[in-house]
């Protein structure tokens, strides 16, 4: 019997990645979408079928995991994440799916941790004891943060700002949480595992802003913003205090170094390295100059 892998948040950042990856195995890949419209550019991969999916419309949770037999479970940036990622399990727990890959991050386990990292450990916690047999994916920061948050001032002032001075971060990109995402939800060998995952590097980002100014050309330089002027940005665009306070804490442990360790888990799962920076930027070079912004 073919399996059916409901893959929550797939038009985000990490869930299209996992969708385009496993829509080359032998499943029948279930795009969970907010709306069908958004989800239209999933629909070019074969094995693929939309279903709309919103966390705040029960009956809609319903449909999306009626037969499905394993979950990619994806919950966004909000205050209310575990209380969606709870649901989402019970969800999952009623119509009998057999295995949940749940997207944590890094640090969801560091005592006393950061807010971010204690939301997902209370989601890891209730995934542990429903009984469902699960893998839990702690990923370091994105790669693909560059674009979804940066993008605009590199491509137009060719500068980064960020509050993170020289911190190092182990980076990683979202193909490779995905490539990993695959083998662990296409192979019966993974129960109950957390999986910590990293880029092949800790890079900071001046070191950033060098690598993106030898693959376009162009001179992209950093800017090392105090805490106060970052609040004061992100305040200025509305950004509700809850997650100014969030992204501050967790802008604080990156800049202090907590965030460089480096793992080899993507290698030994997949059997290739994961992409440095360069390789990612080189990847998506075309992100980054003007003429596609
Ligand atoms: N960014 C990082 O560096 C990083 C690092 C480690 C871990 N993480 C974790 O990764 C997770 C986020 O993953 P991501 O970056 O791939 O997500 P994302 O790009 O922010 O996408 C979120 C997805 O959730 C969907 N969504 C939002 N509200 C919804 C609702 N009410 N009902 C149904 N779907 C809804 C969005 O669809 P619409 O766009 O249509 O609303 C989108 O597909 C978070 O838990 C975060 O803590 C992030």
């Given at each position: 019997m073919h399996e059916t892998i409901l893959v929550t948040g797939a038009t985000g950042t990490v869930g299209n990645e996992v969708v385009k990856a496993l829509s080359s195995e032998d499943v029948k890949v279930r795009a969970g979408v907010h709306s069908i419209i958004k989800g239209d550019?999933?629909?070019?991969?074969?094995n693929v079928d939309l279903v709309e999916l919103d966390f705040a419309r029960p009956e809609s949770l319903k449909v999306a995991f009626t037969?499905?037999?394993r979950v990619f479970l994806v919950t966004p940036f909000t205050h209310n994440q575990v209380e969606i990622a709870k649901k989402l399990i019970d969800e999952a727990k009623q119509a009998g799916v057999k295995q949940i890959v749940r997207l944590s991050a890094s640090?969801?386990?560091?005592?006393?941790?950061?807010q971010l990292g204690r939301w997902h450990r209370e989601i890891e916690k209730y995934l542990e004891i429903t009984g469902i047999p699960y893998v839990i994916l702690r990923p370091?920061?994105?790669?693909q943060n560059f674009i979804n948050f940066e993008r605009t001032s590199i491509v137009q002032e060719g500068k980064i700002y960020q509050p993170l001075a020289e911190g190092k971060v182990s980076y990683i990109d979202a193909h490779d949480i995905a490539a990993v995402a695959k083998v662990v939800l296409t192979r019966?060998?993974?129960?109950n595992e957390i999986l910590e995952l990293t880029g092949p590097e800790a890079i900071s980002v001046p070191e950033i802003a060098a690598v993106l100014t030898e693959v376009t050309g162009r001179t992209i330089t950093y800017v090392d913003v105090p805490e106060q002027a970052a609040r004061q940005v992100m305040s200025g665009i509305h950004t509700p205090d809850w997650m100014i306070d969030a992204m501050m804490e967790l802008n604080y442990i990156l800049k202090s170094g907590y965030g460089a360790t480096i793992t080899d888990t993507v290698e030994k799962i997949t059997g290739q390295r994961a992409r440095t920076f360069k390789e990612f930027a080189q990847q998506n070079a075309d992100c980054f100059i003007p003429e596609n912004l």
């Open positions: 550019r999933l629909k070019v991969f074969p037969g499905v037999t640090g969801a386990d560091a005592e006393p941790g950061i370091a920061s994105f790669m019966p060998d993974f129960k």
